[in-house]
């Protein structure tokens, strides 16, 4: 499993994170242990993708959000 660090704009509230979460776990259906901070600016989890940045991309900023960056390693 990858570990992956996303860092994102926009996050004002616990919903928020909610909704960054379920995003990424419809995006990635293996995803664990994910978890999002608006205080932080970031999101994580564990997946099997060896490179999901493209696709993690595309999920964030069609719910609104703005990715800025994303980290992967294992």
Do not use: Q, W
């Not at 978890?35 to 564990?46: H, Q, V, W």
């Not at 940045?53 to 800025?68: M, N, P, R």
Request: charged share 30%; proline share 3%; hydrophobic share 35%.
């Amino acid at each position: 499993m990858n570990k992956v660090t996303v860092k994102i704009n926009g996050m004002a509230c616990g919903m928020c994170e909610a909704h960054i979460k379920d995003c990424i776990r419809k995006a990635f259906p293996d995803a664990k242990k994910v978890s999002a901070s608006r205080k932080k600016g970031e999101a994580s989890f564990l997946t099997g993708e060896s490179d999901p940045g493209v696709k993690l991309k595309d999920a964030i900023e069609s719910t609104g959000y703005e990715f800025v960056s994303c980290a992967c390693g294992e």
